[in-house]
């Protein structure tokens, strides 16, 4: 899937549904930014959703610009979800 470009309205509306998703208790929606450090550049979007706490259940993905796909991004930012994961599910 490719990373944009929106338009201004979709992108107000996805910010909005995000900053919703920070007010849950429990939170079960968790997005990311994608950036590139080298560069302090926004290159893709992330994400996890736990489906079924008590079993430790959920799903992420991932959406990059196409211009950085093939370069170890995806592996990379599937690797720290799975991190991040953790992390949540210890809570």
Not at 40 to 65: A, E, T
Request: charge should be positive; charged fraction near 25%; glycine fraction near 8%.
């Amino acid at each position: 899937m490719d990373w944009g470009p929106n338009t201004e309205e979709e992108t107000r509306n996805f910010i909005r549904r995000t900053m919703n998703h920070q007010k849950e208790k429990p939170r079960r929606n968790f997005t990311l930014a994608i950036v590139l450090k080298s560069e302090n550049k926004l290159i893709g979007g992330c994400g996890i959703v736990v489906s079924d706490p008590d079993n430790r259940q959920g799903y992420i993905g991932y959406c990059l610009n196409r211009n950085f796909w093939g370069k170890g991004y995806a592996t990379e930012t599937a690797r720290a979800l799975l991190k991040f994961t953790q992390n949540i599910c210890n809570m």
